[in-house]
């Protein structure tokens, strides 16, 4: 198995609602919506199917705590639409060199939203103060 696939698991009902919403000539804040909007029908059907997040061990300190909740990138939807065969293999390759540069451009996260300045913090656990 690839690398990383075994992480790449879209319920149904999440693809469902990619289906219904995805049009061709989405701009790119209404992907953006669109993202959002899955990434909260994800959470839904994660809580709706009793699934815990995971309890992960830190490598680098051996620190047992919560992992973090599965997120959907804006990346994600458009290679999602060529693998649920929404938008051809061309037109997933377009969109995904079109979404890197107004990424660049529009200087965004992976999720669409402006990148916040990153503070020179070491390794730091959820609850702790820096």
């Known amino acids: 198995m690839p690398r990383g696939v075994a992480s790449q698991t879209w319920f149904p009902e999440v693809v469902s609602d990619l289906r219904a919403s995805w049009r061709g000539d989405l701009t790119w804040d209404a ?22 997040q ?20 804006v990346r994600a939807v458009v290679l999602a639409l060529q693998r649920f065969g929404i938008e051809s293999e061309a037109t997933v390759r377009k969109l995904d060199k079109a979404w890197a540069k107004h990424r660049v451009l529009q200087q965004l996260d992976l999720l669409g939203e402006p990148v916040q300045p990153r503070s020179p913090v070491g390794h730091v656990h959820a609850g702790e103060v820096t």
Do not use: F, T
């Open 31 to 52: 992907i953006i919506d669109l993202r959002k909007r899955l990434q909260q029908r994800l959470e839904q059907v994660l809580l709706s199917r009793g699934i815990a």
């Open 54 to 73: 995971a309890i992960v061990r830190c490598s680098h300190c051996g620190h047992v705590g919560p992992g973090a909740r599965p997120v959907i990138s």
